[in-house]
């Protein structure tokens, strides 16, 4: 079993910067993917960015393409999002994700982020 807890949502004017963090415990060996995922309100959960366990490759959605980086401690257990020059969308809740490789999803309980015109 894997635990995470994000942190680091709060309300930001846009053109802000806000930075997640989801730290992970439990079992880790068998990870295939940790990322972020949001979901706005009445909309589906939508994926913003992945890393890839084994080799740090990373890939993006096109609406956060160069202004959001997905990060990595190993020795922490924790990855980060860093989101850059954020557009005024209102509020999304944004949600840590581990992908096992047999293909079991691991979720935290979400954090809000809030950006203001």
């Known amino acids: 079993q894997v635990q995470l807890v994000e942190s680091g949502g709060g309300l930001v004017q846009a053109g802000g910067s806000l930075r997640l963090s989801c730290a992970a415990s439990?079992?880790?060996?068998?990870?295939?993917?940790l990322g972020w995922y949001r979901q706005a309100p009445g909309k589906q959960r939508e994926l913003v960015a992945t890393?890839?366990?084994?080799?740090?490759?990373?890939k993006y959605a096109d609406s956060v393409k160069g202004r959001f980086t997905i990060s990595r401690n190993t020795a922490k257990n924790a990855v980060y999002l860093q989101m850059n020059s954020l557009q005024p969308k209102g509020t999304d809740v944004y949600y840590c994700n581990i992908k096992s490789r047999n293909g079991h999803d691991y979720w935290g309980q979400g954090t809000q982020g809030t950006v203001t015109s």
């Open positions: 890393i890839y366990y084994h080799d740090d490759n990373t």
């Open positions: 439990g079992s880790m060996f068998s990870i295939n993917t």
